[in-house]
């Protein structure tokens, strides 16, 4: 959390807000709290990030699982779901995640 408060030079608690309500995802696997850096533009979280997170996790997805969908490579998008919305396609990521249910 500490790197997180630096990198978004925002309070603890308005990043904890950030967090809860889902601009921001991340996981505790390794063994302390971490959120990809890729989720981050220019000092602010992505975005297109938290409509995305949101159809995955109505979809049924843990923090992890949607984590590592985001970031893996998709056949139909032809690149990573994180990759497409850093260009601007986060429809066409959507419409894919809300398949996924």
């Known amino acids: 959390m500490p790197d997180l408060v630096e990198v978004l030079d925002e309070p603890l608690g308005r990043v904890r807000r950030l967090i809860d309500e889902h601009y921001l995802v991340g996981s505790t696997r390794s ?4 959120v990809p850096s890729v989720f981050i533009v220019d000092g602010h979280p ?3 990030l938290r409509g995305t997170v949101i159809v995955l996790q109505d979809a049924g997805f843990t923090d992890d699982e949607l984590i590592d969908w985001l970031l893996a490579d998709e056949e139909s998008l032809g690149r990573s779901p994180i990759d497409a919305l850093l260009a601007g396609h986060k429809s066409s990521v959507r419409r894919l995640a809300r398949t996924l249910a």
Request: neutral net charge; hydrophobic residues 55%; charged residues 0%.
């Open 31 to 34: 063994g302390v709290f971490a």
């Open 46 to 48: 992505l975005s297109s």
